[in-house]
């Protein structure tokens, strides 16, 4: 995403320019190594804990369940939950312009998997090696008739969507309307979404209600998400790391 077309907290370090990579070195090389982005280990413990056991269940005949990442940048949380990669595995993955052309583990169980994000140089990236078998450009904040159509659609039929560290870009009535999308569809469905601390946390609570709204809370999970940068030790003096609150929720009925 860039700065010109989300919503963002000025306090918080953006990374236009590694968004819009045609790879995910850059985002290895200046997140991943240099501020220790250590949270999708996290996330994977959590999926594992809370929606793992039922996908397990739900495609032990081979029937694929239908996988969306929001907002999905590169998809290093598709390549933890779905494909079971650790921090330090994504990492070596990621580690240069070859390596990275592939993804180095199988698929944990049967998925059909949906990218969505606003760069198209990463959804390029996420199809073609392998992440995503399809892949939706957009910017969430102010999609096309076209665009809406298809996010709204993904969301509808998803029955696992994962969205970290990014609805912090997206505006209220985005995250409604995403919500709103998930919770229409019909039979069992998770959510797994990251809030960051302590950025934007009006927005936060906010998102939070909205979620709530719609939404059976299932489980949670606080730890680290990465270190802070330079700007965001300035903006928040005596603070090392950001954190992360991990959600999971289910829908309704």
């Known amino acids: ?14 990374f236009d320019d590694i968004y819009v990579a045609e790879t995910p070195v850059p985002f290895k090389e200046r997140i991943l190594d240099e501020l220790q982005y250590v949270s999708d280990d996290f996330n994977r413990q959590t999926f594992d804990r809370l929606i793992l056991p039922w996908v397990k269940e739900k495609t032990a005949d081979g029937s694929p369940v239908n996988f ?12 933890a939950t779905l494909n079971g990669m650790d921090y330090q595995a994504i990492r070596a993955n990621w580690r240069d312009e070859q390596a990275c052309q592939r993804v180095d583990a199988d698929r944990r169980f049967p998925a059909h998997t949906t990218g969505i994000d606003i760069s198209g140089n990463a959804m390029a990236y996420g199809q073609s090696c392998g992440l995503f078998d399809e892949a939706i450009v957009s910017d ?45 569809g019909k039979g069992e469905g998770y959510m797994l979404v990251n809030f960051l601390n302590p950025f934007a946390l009006e927005k936060t609570d906010e998102t939070k209600r909205a979620l709530l709204e719609k939404l059976d ?37």
């Not at 995403?1 to 953006?14: G, L, N, Y």
Request: charged fraction near 25%.
């Open 140 to 184: 969430l904040n102010a999609p096309s008739a076209e665009d809406r159509q298809a996010v709204d659609s993904a969301m509808e039929n998803a029955d696992v969507v994962i969205s970290t560290a990014s609805l912090v870009y997206l505006d209220a009535e985005t995250v409604n309307w995403l919500v709103d999308a998930f919770a229409r």
């Open 1 to 14: 995403m860039t700065q010109s077309q989300v919503k963002t907290d000025e306090k918080k370090q953006h």
């Open 68 to 79: 969306v990442d929001l907002c999905a940048c590169f998809g290093n949380t598709t390549m």
């Open 217 to 253: 809370f299932v489980g949670s999970m606080a730890s680290r998400h990465r270190r802070m940068s330079e700007l965001e030790q300035e903006n928040y003096p005596g603070e090392d790391w950001s954190l992360l609150e991990i959600w999971v929720l289910r829908r309704r009925g």
